[in-house]
């Protein structure tokens, strides 16, 4: 028997949340997510510059957010000058936080900004996305982001060569708790399991047909393969079983081993998968720039130790610029200061490049831009009473085939044998109303052989079905299938129809 002083300690519940979130750690992950989540966010606020002052403005048309809670002045509206200010030195807090300069101060001022042009429009500017990004900088705010890969840590003279070769000195880089990171991931982490919950509550996710509007109306922006994809409703179908066990399962199974590894792969191919048949492109980049807050110290200093053995045999030796004369006095420089000059440049130099540019064209000569009038005939086309929908138009797809899955027609097919069944589909198109359908066999004069089916389609449902058997006394050849609403002909497919194959007699 041990002594008890020398019996292990049991782990407890406690110590092991003690440990998860205030482990001592190198903020690798977050410096990467620091480096790469304002480059993402530049991408849709920079084109939003020229326009700023009508979206974020007095002069403008902004839509407040907190106006729709009954708060009238919950935060200042600005005029159009200080907006083109203040977003200019977003930007400007966007790039220094991604460089690492003065990181703190940067971020907190990146989600300040930010968040608050975010709730100055929330029509346009404020999505889902950009909620995600706005508690992401917060939480980069309070960790240690800047002290790994930054300007400040150059400048402070931390970062040095690593130990490629015998005689290095390796850099030893400030730890902090990772609750930060911990934090990040779990926001993912609930932010999936939310959708998850919301897609369970979606009857038309499920069968395939929410995705598979999305797929062809080009909803986002357009998409390379949503048209393709929209072909083969049955796929759509099972990867949307598959996202959604993906997305209740990412909570409990990305933190180590092969649930991380799984759930990290399966995040990456859902989410460029949503940009190729989906057209989304902000929110699957910042969704997998957090995953890089997944990434411990043991994944970097073994990216590391590969990329240095790769280093190594290519002869190649890397170096970091040594620091000039010009570095070594900008060193002698505080910070503070000289990001304290470079905001009010910044605050400076947007509003007098946007009076250079005049988008608005409030110093041309004959005067500010104008409405053009529309055309008389165009707009009373527009005031008129919308026309009725035509039967054609409610109806979005017609196939026939010989098996469904999951509600769907998987296998297309347009010739059959005699005595085999067929299934006939029919998609409708929202909105519509309550439907009579009918379609029938005709041959090639158009007269009618024999009934399919009829049913009635109600407005709730997304599709019908007809399953028909071929008659064994049906001729050869080529038949068509017609389909009608409320007596009308809407479409009308081929099919063609052959003897069936008679069997071989067995042998005695």
Known sequence: MRPAADRPTPDTLPDRLRRFFYADEVPYGLALVRLLMPLVLLYPMLP????????????????????????????????????VALYTLMLLCLVTSAAGFLTRVSLVGAFVLYTYFNLLDSVGTMTKYSVIASHVLLLLSLSQCGSV????????????????????????????????????QLLLGFVYFGAAVTKMHTPAFFSGDQMRYWTIANINFKNPLGEYVSLYPSAIVAACY???????????????GLGRRLMLTLGVMFHVGTFLTLGLRVFPMLSMVIYFA????ADVRSW??????????????????????????????????VFGLLALLAM???????????????????????????????????????????????????DVGTLTVGGNLARRKSEFRTGESLIVEIMMS???????????????DNRRVDGIGQSVVTREMARGHFCYTVPPSLDPGRYWLVLSCAGKEVDRRPITVSSARRQAPLAN
């Open 48 to 83: 939003r510059w020229m326009h700023c002052r009508e979206y974020y403005s007095t002069d403008g048309a902004n839509t407040p957010l907190w106006i729709q809670y009954g708060y009238a002045h919950m935060l200042p509206e600005v005029s159009g000058s200080v907006a």
């Open 149 to 184: 890969w930054s300007l400040d840590a150059w400048l402070s003279g931390r970062w040095r060569r690593r130990r490629a070769w015998p005689g290095e000195a390796p850099v030893e880089w400030p730890r902090s708790p990772a609750w930060p990171r911990r934090l990040m």
């Open 242 to 256: 598959v996202a959604l066990v993906w997305e209740v399962l990412f909570l409990f199974l990305a933190w180590q």
């Open 294 to 297: 997944f990434l411990n110290e």
């Open 304 to 337: 590391a130790a590969f990329f240095r053995r790769r280093l190594r045999r290519w002869g190649l030796r890397p170096a970091w610029p040594k620091q000039s004369a010009a570095i070594s006095d900008m060193l002698r420089l505080p910070r503070p200061a």
């Open 348 to 398: 400076f130099l947007g509003p007098a490049l946007e009076h250079r540019l005049d988008p608005y064209g409030e110093r041309r000569p004959e005067g500010p831009y104008a409405l053009r009038e529309m055309d008389p005939a165009r707009a009373l086309t527009m005031l008129a009473p919308s026309r009725p929908i035509r039967v054609e138009d409610k109806i979005f797809s017609f």
């Open 430 to 444: 929202p909105p519509y109303e309550d439907m009579w359908v009918e379609c029938i066999l005709a041959d090639d």
